[in-house]
């Protein structure tokens, strides 16, 4: 029971992308599930499940990003960022996932698989360009794991 509140209030959250970013640079607020955006950088939340990725936001200025992502899922997912030009979910596939350092593909951080019901997070210092967010492990992201991040310059 616990659990699923915790779950309940962190998506309200998400829910209020504008309040939820005024909060967390409130000095010396309580540090919420979303952590805390880091000085002069953007934060964005995620939300993961079978087999869907969303974002309060899918624009974000060059700089240390917070990644914020909860798994609604019912099995474990991860979250890659990759840098490419390649549209939104049309990274060439090695079988049923892609290469993360591919031609034309790169990735400067991800959170790794974590559990249903639980919260992670990742801090990663992000170059002007254009972007998608994945779960990678086999088979999800062809069945939809993904979301585009276009990073803007500072
Ligand atoms: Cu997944």
Known sequence: MMRWAALCACVAMAGVTTACGVDRNDAGGPRTPHGTAPPGGT???????????????????????????????????????????YPDGKIPLDGNTFSEDAPGVSSPGEISEYKPGTVDETVIDLQPGLYQLVCNI???????????LVVLPA
């Open 43 to 85: 934060a964005v939340n995620l939300t993961e499940r079978e087999f869907r990725i969303t974002a309060d936001i899918q624009e974000v200025r060059a700089g240390p990003v917070r990644l914020t992502a909860i798994n609604l899922g019912s099995i474990e997912h991860e979250l890659v960022v990759v840098r490419t030009d």
């Open 138 to 148: 086999p088979t999800h992201y062809h069945n939809g794991m993904h979301i585009p």
